[in-house]
């Protein structure tokens, strides 16, 4: 019996099983929801970048009106003078992003519990409650974050268990297995092509919902690279659940025991191994609570201002060494204000310190994760399709880092300029929104 002829005969019996047509279509219409989930986020970030974008840059104009009239700041805020550079830094106004790929069509990953943007200030940190503020289960159930990449990897699995779960074994129960012996002569070779004709069918689907993901958010124009990425990563997935399930078919003697066998493996791969993996992990390295982080926020900070103006100073000279010399270290009458304002920048030590420690707790527990990959594959892969659409915890701790260099521009800049007693024009201003918003 040739390939073709079985492929046929594959064809006629799938037409006429009611049953695996609606797990088709079933897999089919939630991964077509799914990938419509991850475009709507995509487009609703783009679009709320581009509206804080410009509502950044309207706050910036109000500013710019002050130098143009030759006046200080709001009539309300008599306190406010824009030609200083600790007001004139502080009203720069200026944001960090993290630009969504137009791959997060694929894979919304750890896109929904951080946040994409930050308003970058010398009080500001990356751990502040805007950023990490995590989704609860309810209301992530609530969210219907369903994304291709879950249907894919955790719902497939499923899908191919039900096309081939009655393969050979249908034939073995009927009695009717030897006379396919006879006339196939490879009897393997008969079952491997039964497998193949399915695995066909799963791979042309799949290529056509990577294709309709592409046209929701252009990602052929964007995010070529990682289309195919995802592509030859889906592919090799698909090989690994088809050649399991290929195993079991061919050792396999009844339908029952073929199916329970398959199913066993589903739960083992994609629930068992993933949860105990993650359990011996929450055991070797328990979730950190950002004590220390809340504690240099509140405590610690608070203690800085509470400091003798001489223990302040001197903190401040060591962290600055260019500023004991400056005009304003030699002016008793701005000395006051130029320490006051200069505090953050102790308190952004303070706060680095913490924050560097979470991270570093954060990596050694996702390298306990990646050391789990050879016999947790269905987390390896997870892992792999976020990363490829940019939604992965190490693209967020790149963006924290990012934030993390500007707001240490942000606060030398500042300090710098106050204790040189710079007086702030037009032009400056416009220099500092420009020089603070760039890595």
């Not at 799938?14 to 088709?24: C, D, G, P, Y």
């Not at 719902?155 to 779960?165: K, R, S």
């Not at 289309?227 to 690994?240: A, K, N, V």
């Amino acid at each position: 019996m040739s390939w073709l002829s079985t492929y046929l005969y594959e064809w006629k019996h799938l037409s006429h099983s009611r049953f695996k047509l609606v797990a088709l279509l079933l897999y089919l219409g939630a991964a077509v929801y799914g990938l419509h989930n991850g475009a709507s986020l995509y487009n609703d970030r783009v679009t709320e970048i581009e509206r804080i974008q410009q509502k950044a840059q309207e706050d910036r104009n109000t500013y710019l009106a002050y130098y143009e009239a030759g006046e200080k700041g709001p009539e309300d805020r008599p306190w406010v003078d824009v030609t200083s550079p600790f007001w004139a830094v502080w009203y720069s106004n200026v944001y960090h992003f993290k630009r969504p790929s137009s791959a997060m069509v694929y894979s919304i990953g750890q896109a929904e519990q951080y946040g994409y943007y930050k308003r970058v200030s010398f009080w500001a940190s990356p751990l502040d409650a805007d950023m990490t503020q995590e989704i609860a289960n309810p209301e992530r159930l609530q969210t219907s974050s369903l994304d291709f990449a879950f249907v894919f990897l955790f719902l497939q699995p499923v899908l191919l268990l039900i096309l081939l779960y009655n393969l050979k074994s249908a034939e073995v129960e009927e009695g009717i297995f030897p006379l396919i012996e006879v006339q196939t002569t490879n009897s393997q070779g008969w079952l491997l092509s039964r497998v193949g004709f399915y695995l066909s069918i799963l791979v042309v689907l799949n290529l056509g919902l990577l294709f309709y993901g592409a046209l929701l958010t252009g990602v052929l124009k964007t995010a070529a690279v990682a289309f195919w990425q995802l592509l030859l990563f889906g592919l090799f997935y698909l090989l690994l659940w088809t050649g399991l399930y290929y195993l079991v078919l061919r050792r396999g003697k009844t339908i029952m025991g073929n199916t329970l066998l398959m199913a066993g493996i589903w739960l083992l791969l994609v629930f068992v191994v993933p949860a105990g993996v993650q359990q011996r992990v929450s055991i070797q390295m328990p979730a950190n609570l950002m004590a220390d982080f809340i504690d240099a926020k509140r405590d610690e900070r608070t203690a800085i201002f509470n400091q003798p103006d001489s223990v302040l100073q001197a903190q401040l000279f060591a962290l600055f060494p260019e500023i004991v010399n400056s005009p304003v270290a030699n002016d008793s009458t701005k000395i006051n204000l130029a320490r006051n304002q200069s505090s953050s920048s102790l308190a952004n030590e303070l706060t680095k310190a913490s924050v560097v420690k979470i991270e570093q707790e954060n990596q050694t527990r996702n390298s306990l994760l990646r050391a789990s990959y050879w016999f947790n594959p269905v987390m390896y892969f997870q892992n792999r399709f976020n990363s490829i659409a940019h939604t992965h915890y190490d693209n967020y701790e790149q963006f924290r880092q990012e934030i993390q260099i500007l707001i240490d521009r942000q606060i030398k800049i500042m300090v710098l300029d106050t204790w040189e007693d710079i007086e702030v024009n037009e032009e400056q201003f416009q220099e500092y929104a420009k020089t603070l918003s760039v890595l």
